[in-house]
């Protein structure tokens, strides 16, 4: 069966730190991995993540793919109260499926 | 979002009872998702469409049921058999080589 499995499933930190977050899969037919934040509503897209060793940046945050390993890390630098969100990984296969993790849970602390 | 719209926002329903959730895109992408979120969990496929006139089940389509009549239009109905209907019910869209954008959602609520 496909999975994701995202790590940890819930952190606190103080504004400043630096995050990392990890997301394994074992899927079938790998086509790309996703990154969405979500705050209260609907998840917005991060990165698009379909080559290894490529690490995609978007201000204080980056991602990469290990597609050997079958994971992949965001990182979130010099954190703020605004990062505050659940971060969800998701794989799609090819047919344009997702397939999420449970998602991990940040809250930054002032 | 930007283009997708759900309604309503809230939804509270009786037990026993039928209710569709409303997906509106125009957006012009032709492939539809529906998704659904409990809390500690992940998203989780309920059915998809690619085109118009046709739609595949997901991972947990029990208890619900959807048309794609029109491109714009993909309605999700939670019927009666869905036995744990209350979750928050999110919609997507996207194109081929392209991300999954998704609506604002609707919260139900089974009373």
């Known amino acids: 069966e496909d999975k994701v499995v995202q790590s940890p499933l819930s952190l606190v930190v103080h504004e400043g730190d630096t995050v990392t977050l990890n997301c394994s899969y074992e899927?079938?037919?790998?086509?790309?991995l996703l990154w969405y934040k979500q705050e209260k509503k609907a998840p917005t897209f991060l990165f698009m993540l379909?080559?290894?060793?490529i690490e995609k940046k978007s201000g204080r945050l980056s991602s990469i793919l290990d597609k050997k390993e079958l994971f992949s890390i965001l990182n979130i630098t010099a954190t703020q109260t605004g990062d505050s969100a659940i971060y969800l990984c998701?794989?799609?296969?090819?047919?344009?499926?997702?397939?999420f993790g449970a998602g991990t849970i940040l809250r930054v602390k002032s | 979002d930007g283009g997708i719209t759900q309604s309503p926002k809230y939804l509270f329903r009786k037990e026993g009872q039928n209710v569709t959730l409303s997906c509106e895109q125009n957006?012009?992408?032709?492939?539809m998702y529906w998704y659904r979120q409990d809390p500690g969990q992940g998203l989780r496929l309920i059915y998809y469409s690619q085109i118009v006139n046709d739609f595949q089940k997901g991972d947990i389509a029990e208890g619900y049921s959807v048309s794609r009549e029109k491109k714009e239009s993909f309605p999700l109905t939670v019927t009666s058999a869905q036995k744990n209907p209350t979750a928050f019910y999110l919609c997507a869209v996207g194109r081929q080589s392209d991300t999954q954008y998704f609506g604002p959602g609707t919260r139900l609520t089974v009373l």
């Open positions: 998701a794989v799609e296969e090819y047919g344009n499926k997702l397939v």
């Open positions: 899927v079938t037919n790998f086509r790309s």
């Open positions: 957006l012009n992408h032709d492939a």
């Open positions: 379909t080559s290894s060793g």
